[in-house]
Each structure stands twice: as C-alpha cells, then as structure tokens.
C-alpha cells in the first residue's frame, strides 16, 4: 500500500497563495488517480480535486474552481495543490488520498496522508 506524505501548510492571510505538496512512497505512484480532500473543524472530510495518473484530466469541487490547480510530478512521486485567492472558509485540514479519478467520497479512497493544516485569516 503506497504511503502519502503532506505538506506545505500554514498559516495566510484572505487572498494569499499556498501549494501543497504529497509525496508518496512505493514504485507505482505513476499508476493512481490521486486526489485533495479537506476537513474543517466539526465538518465532514470534503472532495476538493482528481487528477488523473497521467496528469491531463482533473476534476474540482465547484468551491474552488478556478482557484485551486491540482497538478503531478510523476517523476517526483509528488502531487499538489496550488490555491490561490485563498478565502476563510478553506481553512481546514487538507488530505491527499489514492483512488478513482472520478470519486468524491471518502470512501472511495484507499491510502492517505496524516493531513496539513491550511489556516486562511480575514
């Protein structure tokens, strides 16, 4: 089972820029749909984005379309995530997962990362 490492998170304020980052482990990175999901305090753990194993297709939750890019590095065993125009109301704690391209659910999703807290102050 591959492992998955966030990072990347902090502390920004409303309208600033962070990318995260997931590495994972193991020879076969290049063979999953990856995808971001975050959770907010008392919230359920929410889709934010797929990208496919080769990297041209993705799907985004309507929330952050158009300011969050989800984007692979296969020869990095790395995914990301770049949000911009960051709101409040993405403050949460952001988990990269494997599982299907087109899956939005938790349980959809197999392996994930021990999470990286984004923090967007007004």
């Known amino acids: 089972q591959v492992q998955l490492v966030e990072s990347g998170g902090g502390l920004v304020q409303a309208g600033g820029s962070l990318r995260l980052s997931c590495t994972a482990s193991g020879p076969t990175f290049s063979s999953y749909a990856m995808g971001w999901f975050r959770q907010a305090p008392g919230k359920e753990r929410e889709f934010v984005a797929t990208i496919s194993w080769s990297g041209s297709t993705t799907y985004y939750a309507d929330s952050v379309k158009g300011r969050f890019t989800i984007s692979r590095d296969n020869a990095k065993n790395t995914v990301y995530l770049q949000m911009n125009s960051l709101k409040p109301e993405d403050t949460a704690v952001y988990y990269c997962?494997?599982?299907?391209?087109?899956?939005?659910?938790?349980?959809?999703?197999?392996?994930w990362g021990q999470g990286t807290q984004v923090i967007v102050s007004s």
């Open positions: 997962a494997t599982g299907p391209l087109r899956g939005t659910k938790e349980n959809d999703f197999a392996s």
